[in-house]
Nanobody
Framework: VQLQASGGGLVQTGGSLRLSCAAS????????MGWVRQAPGKEREFVAC????????TYGDSVKGRFTISRGNAKHMVYLQMTSLTDEDTAVYYC????????????YGQGTLVTVSS
C-alpha cells in the first residue's frame, strides 16, 4: 500500500492549509488513518487520527482546537485542515495508516513539508 500526502507548502503565521492523504495499491485492512509530524531536530509527534469505525477523531495536545481531520469520499482518504498556524507547526507531515489489529500507526507515506513563516 502507498500513502500519498499532498498539500504542504509555505504559509504565513495565522494562516490555514489543508493536507490530503490517499491510500492506493493492493487492498489492505485499515483501522484508521492519520498524521504525524517531525520538525527539524525534534522527535516525531502525533497530530491526528481518524478511526473508520464510528468516525472517531483524536488529536495531539498541541493541535487540539486548531486542526481538524476528516475522511474523504473515497475509501481510505483523509484530510487535515490546519488553522491558526504558528512557526511551531513547521514540520514534515507524514500520512499514516493503522492496520486492523495493530495498536498504533504502522505504515507511513513520504511526507509533505509545511513551513509557517512570519
Amino acid at each position: 500500500v502507498q500513502l500519498q500526502a499532498s498539500g504542504g507548502g509555505l504559509v504565513q503565521t495565522g494562516g490555514s492549509l489543508r493536507l490530503s492523504c490517499a491510500a492506493s495499491g493492493r487492498p489492505f485492512s485499515s483501522r484508521a488513518m492519520g498524521w504525524v509530524r517531525q520538525a527539524p531536530g525534534k522527535e516525531r509527534e502525533f497530530v491526528a487520527c481518524f478511526t473508520w469505525s464510528g468516525n472517531r477523531t483524536t488529536y495531539g495536545d498541541s493541535v487540539k482546537g486548531r486542526f481538524t481531520i476528516s475522511r474523504g469520499n473515497a475509501k481510505h482518504m483523509v484530510y487535515l485542515q490546519m488553522t491558526s498556524l504558528t512557526d511551531e507547526d513547521t514540520a514534515v507531515y507524514y500520512c499514516a495508516n493503522q492496520w486492523v489489529g495493530a495498536p498504533d500507526f504502522g505504515s507511513y507515506g513520504q511526507g509533505t513539508l509545511v513551513t509557517v513563516s512570519s
